[in-house]
């Protein structure tokens, strides 16, 4: 999906979270149908989506210290949910 030049910044920032949240639903539904435990299918996913995420930006050229939200702030959602998830695949 590519972003609109033409939308106002409030409504880029509301783009990257609608988008967070889809990409966050078919992870979870992924990681729910994977082989081994829950957790360690959400480290993987999560951190495969993190990887995605930074080449995206770094291809579209994104700047990741804006006022706005793009594939960096999303990159870095992921990051945590890998840091989340791994925590409770080692401990459970």
């Known amino acids: 999906m590519k972003p609109s030049q033409n939308l106002p910044e ?5 783009q990257v979270v609608v988008r967070f949240m889809l990409r ?3 992870l979870l539904a992924f990681a729910w149908l994977g082989a081994s435990s ?3 299918n959400m480290v ?3 951190l495969m989506s993190a990887a995605l995420c ?3 930006a770094v291809v579209q050229g994104e700047l ?7 594939h960096w702030d999303e990159m870095t959602a992921y990051v945590a949910l890998c840091s989340l ?3 409770f695949a080692l401990t459970g």
């Open 54 to 56: 930074a080449v995206y």
């Open 64 to 70: 990741p210290f804006r006022a706005d939200l793009n």
């Open 44 to 46: 993987a996913l999560a």
């Open 24 to 26: 966050l639903a078919i």
């Open 85 to 87: 998830a791994s925590h």
């Open 10 to 14: 409030s409504l880029k920032s509301i």
């Open 38 to 40: 829950f957790a360690q």
